[in-house]
């Protein structure tokens, strides 16, 4: 094969890649249970070429889990974080949520799939910060300090999937989580008369 | 076979139907995701007979979580939910927690397998309890009425979840989950000013 014949093969495996990725983010994003074969028939490429690329499921969703999160992580950074902490948290909570609605069967799939390990990896830049807001929020006396940071941010995080939980179920509209999610957090983090 | 023979027979199923839901419970509570062969091992029956009672995993961990929550229901069922609405939540969530804590890998599991419905149905009985209590401390005014009470009861459940992921995760320990749990459900239902 020629040096340009090599370079073609090359820019047709990335765009298969592109294509089975875009594929995936779209149908894991409405059915967490979506087989690797109606994600090959959707991108449009054959079983081998995706197994070529992507061995087993798990190796795809976290490959398609991984993305999600680098644009997550992208549209989370835009958030104006200065001022009061709990007027910080109320954007920075609803921007996670408006990402979690969109993204949230991704994050469904992922949960069935990756170890805690590689969960605690995507989840990484989000989660820090996060932090740093909650750090913030307890060193000007606004949040509570009885609690550790780590379990207040495991309640946000818990707040957020149940919240997700809550709308696929019906118990609530995802226009009203926005409202509750928020106040939630506050009162779970606010600090007690 | 003798109507005796039968009858034998019959004991015979039954009595490795208690041993396999026994091992199974067992081996669940301490790792989700535990194969049926070790199951069927610990149990000391074979695959083929375990493979009788059980078509699928599923089924298996579905007959696992209906005995696990038959059993925390009835455990429930004891804790006192009379008096101030705030101090019997205290007591009803710490009891919540040390079977959550118990039996939280099943829960797991089940997450993983059951459908949603499957899922509502384990928890009818422990959230019909919740709820009643939930919906008392809203009309005695001490818990918000600002939020609907399904959310309430989903952010408890979720609270509940995230804890035993924190414990998991090495983020808290479980005896400090228990006040933890306490304090931010409460806060979360309290009224606000």
């Given at each position: 094969?020629?040096t340009?014949?090599?370079?073609?093969k090359?820019?047709?495996?990335?765009r298969?890649?592109?294509l089975v990725?875009?594929?995936?983010?779209?149908?894991?994003?409405?059915?967490p249970?979506?087989?690797?074969n109606?994600?090959?028939?959707?991108?449009?490429?054959?079983?081998?070429?995706?197994y070529?690329?992507?061995?087993?499921?798990?190796?795809?969703?976290?490959?398609?889990?991984?993305?999600?999160i680098?644009?997550?992580d992208?549209a989370?950074?835009t958030v104006?974080l200065a001022?009061?902490p709990r007027?910080?948290?109320?954007?920075?909570?609803?921007?996670?949520?408006?990402?979690?609605?969109r993204?949230?069967?991704?994050?469904?799939?992922?949960?069935?799939?990756?170890?805690?390990?590689?969960?605690?990896?995507v989840?990484?830049?989000?989660?820090r910060?996060?932090?740093?807001l909650?750090?913030?929020?307890?060193d000007e006396?606004?949040?509570?300090?009885?609690?550790?940071?780590?379990?207040?941010?495991?309640?946000?995080q818990?707040?957020?999937?149940?919240?997700?939980?809550a709308?696929?179920?019906?118990d609530?509209?995802?226009?009203?989580a926005?409202r509750?999610?928020?106040d939630?957090?506050?009162?779970?983090l606010?600090?007690t008369?």
């Amino acid at each position: 094969m020629t040096t340009d014949g090599v370079a073609a093969k090359r820019a047709d495996a990335r765009r298969n890649v592109e294509l089975v990725l875009d594929a995936a983010t779209t149908l894991l994003a409405t059915d967490p249970r979506v087989s690797l074969n109606e994600i090959a028939k959707a991108a449009g490429v054959g079983r081998v070429t995706l197994y070529g690329h992507f061995p087993s499921r798990a190796a795809l969703v976290e490959a398609v889990s991984l993305r999600v999160i680098t644009s997550t992580d992208q549209a989370l950074s835009t958030v104006d974080l200065a001022g009061d902490p709990r007027d910080a948290m109320a954007r920075l909570l609803e921007a996670t949520w408006q990402l979690t609605r969109r993204f949230g069967a991704v994050v469904i799939a992922a949960d069935d799939v990756l170890t805690p390990e590689q969960m605690r990896r995507v989840h990484e830049g989000p989660a820090r910060r996060m932090h740093a807001l909650v750090q913030r929020g307890r060193d000007e006396g606004v949040f509570r300090r009885d609690m550790p940071v780590r379990w207040q941010l495991a309640t946000i995080q818990a707040v957020l999937h149940g919240a997700s939980a809550a709308v696929h179920r019906g118990d609530v509209t995802a226009v009203d989580a926005t409202r509750l999610v928020r106040d939630t957090v506050l009162a779970a983090l606010a600090v007690t008369s």
